[in-house]
C-alpha cells in the first residue's frame, strides 16, 4: 500500500502555487522583451489563467473547513441616498485598512507570502533596458571622449587614455544587439595608439562584439560628422550640442550626453549626464 501524506491540504497547495508562480515569473519577465502583440494566444492566456487559478485557490483555502457556503438572503432596495452613503462609508473604511490590520488563520500564512511573492514586480534586466531604450536599433555610433573615456579633449589623449569602468557593462549590452561603431577626433598616432590600447585592456574586444575596426579616428568635428552620415545608424550619442544639432534631421535618434542637462534641441534628440544614467544602471 502506498503511504498516505503526511502533509495537510493546505501545505499540498502551496507548493502549487509556488510552482505555478515560478512559471508565471518566468512568462512575465519576457514581456520585458517580447512586445504584447508578438505573444502567441496561448501564452496570454496561460498568464491569465494560472493567475486567477492562484487568486481562487487562495481565497478557497481561506474559509473554514467544513463551513457550508450558504446564500445570502436578498435584501429589500435601498433608497439612492441609503446606497450613496453607505458607499462613502465603506470607501472610507477600506483606505484606513493596512496590510498590518488584516490576520490570517496560522496557517494560511505560508500560502499569503506565496501569493505575495507571485504579485511582485519584475525587475528588467540591463539588457532588456538596453534594448527598450534603443528601440530595437541594430546600428550605433559613439564618440568616444566624455562618453567611453575619462578625458574630454583631444589635447588629454596625447598623455593618457582612460576607459570609463562604469560603461563596460553597458557596451557589452549594447554589442549583444546593435552594430556598435566608437569614433574620435584625434591630433596624432600616438594618441590614436593610446585609445586603442585602452579599449583593448578593458576587455572591450574580448568581452564584446566590438573590433578594432570599428573604431575610428579623424582629424576634425566635421570628419566625425561625415562618418555618422556615411553609416547611416539607428542612434548616435555625442557629446558636442552642435553635431547633434546638424545630425538631428539626418539620424533617427540621438543622446546628447552633458552633466549641466541642457534642454531638447529637437524630439529626437535626448539628453542625460551620461549613458550609464540614460540605460538605467547607475
Not at 531604450?133 to 575619462?150: A, Q, Y
Not at 546628447?256 to 534628440?269: L, M
Given at each position: 500500500?502506498?503511504?498516505?501524506?503526511?502533509?495537510?491540504?493546505?501545505?499540498?497547495?502551496?507548493?502549487?502555487?509556488?510552482?505555478?508562480?515560478?512559471?508565471?515569473?518566468?512568462?512575465?519577465?519576457?514581456?520585458?522583451?517580447?512586445?504584447?502583440?508578438?505573444?502567441?494566444?496561448?501564452?496570454?492566456?496561460?498568464?491569465?489563467?494560472?493567475?486567477?487559478?492562484?487568486?481562487?485557490?487562495?481565497?478557497?483555502?481561506?474559509?473554514?473547513?467544513?463551513?457550508?457556503?450558504?446564500?445570502?438572503?436578498?435584501?429589500?432596495?435601498?433608497?439612492?441616498e441609503t446606497s450613496s452613503a453607505a458607499v462613502a462609508d465603506a470607501q472610507s473604511n477600506l483606505a484606513s485598512i493596512t496590510p498590518n490590520?488584516?490576520?490570517?488563520?496560522?496557517?494560511?500564512?505560508?500560502?499569503?507570502?506565496?501569493?505575495?511573492?507571485?504579485?511582485?514586480?519584475?525587475?528588467?534586466?540591463?539588457?532588456?533596458?538596453?534594448?527598450?531604450?534603443?528601440?530595437?536599433?541594430?546600428?550605433?555610433?559613439?564618440?568616444?571622449?566624455?562618453?567611453?573615456?575619462?578625458?574630454?579633449?583631444?589635447?588629454?589623449?596625447?598623455?593618457?587614455?582612460?576607459?570609463?569602468?562604469?560603461?563596460?557593462?553597458?557596451?557589452?549590452?549594447?554589442?549583444?544587439?546593435?552594430?556598435?561603431?566608437?569614433?574620435?577626433?584625434?591630433?596624432?598616432?600616438?594618441?590614436?595608439?593610446?585609445?586603442?590600447?585602452a579599449l583593448e585592456t578593458a576587455g572591450v574586444f574580448t568581452s564584446g562584439g566590438l573590433v578594432k575596426d570599428k573604431v575610428l579616428f579623424c582629424s576634425t568635428e566635421i570628419?566625425?560628422?561625415?562618418?555618422?552620415?556615411?553609416?547611416?545608424?539607428?542612434?548616435?550619442?555625442?557629446?558636442?550640442?552642435?553635431?547633434?544639432?546638424?545630425?538631428?534631421?539626418?539620424?533617427?535618434?540621438?543622446?546628447?550626453?552633458?552633466?549641466?542637462?541642457?534642454?531638447?534641441?529637437?524630439?529626437?534628440?535626448?539628453?542625460?549626464?551620461?549613458?550609464?544614467?540614460?540605460?538605467?544602471?547607475?
Open positions: 500500500m502506498a503511504e498516505s501524506s503526511s502533509s495537510s491540504p493546505t501545505e499540498e497547495i502551496a507548493r502549487l502555487i509556488k510552482r505555478l508562480s515560478a512559471y508565471v515569473t518566468f512568462k512575465m519577465s519576457s514581456l520585458f522583451s517580447t512586445s504584447i502583440p508578438n505573444l502567441d494566444s496561448r501564452s496570454i492566456g496561460a498568464i491569465a489563467g494560472l493567475a486567477i487559478a492562484v487568486i481562487f485557490t487562495w481565497r478557497a483555502i481561506r474559509a473554514p473547513p467544513g463551513e457550508p457556503r450558504r446564500r445570502q438572503p436578498k435584501r429589500r432596495m435601498q433608497s439612492a490590520d488584516v490576520s490570517l488563520p496560522r496557517e494560511d500564512n505560508g500560502v499569503q507570502d506565496v501569493v505575495d511573492q507571485f504579485f511582485q514586480p519584475v525587475k528588467p534586466t540591463l539588457g532588456q533596458m538596453v534594448r527598450q531604450k534603443l528601440s530595437e536599433g541594430r546600428k550605433v555610433t559613439c564618440r568616444l571622449l566624455g562618453v567611453i573615456l575619462e578625458e574630454s579633449s583631444p589635447e588629454e589623449l596625447q598623455k593618457q587614455a582612460t576607459v570609463k569602468s562604469s560603461v563596460l557593462e553597458v557596451l557589452l549590452e549594447i554589442t549583444k544587439s546593435s552594430d556598435l561603431y566608437l569614433m574620435e577626433r584625434v591630433l596624432d598616432d600616438e594618441s590614436e595608439a593610446r585609445v586603442l590600447e570628419g566625425r560628422t561625415s562618418f555618422v552620415r556615411q553609416l547611416e545608424p539607428d542612434w548616435h550619442i555625442d557629446t558636442n550640442p552642435e553635431i547633434t544639432t546638424q545630425l538631428a534631421r539626418f539620424i533617427k535618434y540621438q543622446l546628447h550626453v552633458s552633466a549641466a542637462k541642457p534642454e531638447r534641441t529637437a524630439p529626437n534628440v535626448f539628453t542625460s549626464q551620461s549613458i550609464e544614467h540614460f540605460f538605467g544602471c547607475a
